[in-house]
């Protein structure tokens, strides 16, 4: 936490005693004083929450678009990826879990204060097509993605948010004006899925639903053997009652985190889990493969 970049939250309620209760993503933490929220972001002091992470840089990168993965956005172009830390989901098996998950251990040097405007002129100076707000979950980083992105659009460049969709429908709907694509994270496809890693299925649903009719979207997600392989045709069925012509992207695992003692996906998984979204989508795509 870095009191000094911190910048009132958007979205809470003051309680009783300077506790505050959170209200953007549907955790609803509920924050005593001097504490912080599930995400490791948004803290209370004294009884006011802060937005901890504001302008803090933990990971820039001039990226192909493809890489977020956005196939059918722009493609061919460059995008400055930029990251902060934490993440309000607790997956064991997370790629990025040294920004994400193990953000305590993040020395300071490593995360560079920055300016929103700093930002927008980072993305004209390079000549790419805009900003992907990525690399740990950008949505708790509300106030400085949407401070960005407003700037961004002012310049004529495009927002891509690479998240996981675990927001509220009033901060999203705030936000979706500036953002021109999406790529959103589904983890499965039932509540059992989502306890283990600390949250529940309808938000993500509901903000894919809500993101598809304001920008471009493509979803993702990691394959993992014994996890999730069984939960794949059904996420493709139920995006084809959103639109048979969302992109979805079929990420092949691989060992990290807490999962360092599994197996990568075997490559005859992906194939035949492509086959089966494609009964019901125009555009499967295989990623880590």
Known sequence: MNDNA??????Y????NKAT???LCPHYCIIADG???LCGVRSNIDGELRACSYGLVTSVALDPIEKKPLYHFHPGKKIVSLGSYGCNLKCQFCQNYN???EYHNIKPEVMTPALAAEVAVLAVNDGNVGIAYTYNEPLIGYEFVKDCSLLIKKEGLLNVLVTNGYINNEPLKELLPSIDAMNIDIKGYNNRTYNRLSGTLEPVENTIITASKSCHVEVTTLVIPGENENEVEDIAKWLSTINP?????LSRFFPRYKYSEGNPTP???M??????AEKYLQYVHLGNM
């Open 245 to 249: 012509q969302i992109p979805y992207h």
């Open 271 to 276: 194939h035949s889990l492509k086959e089966k």
């Open 267 to 269: 490559p005859e998984l």
């Open 21 to 23: 209760k959170c209200g």
């Open 35 to 37: 504490k912080t929220g």
């Open 13 to 16: 309620e003051k309680l009783d």
């Open 6 to 11: 911190a910048i009132t939250a958007l979205f």
């Open 99 to 101: 920004i994400s998950m």
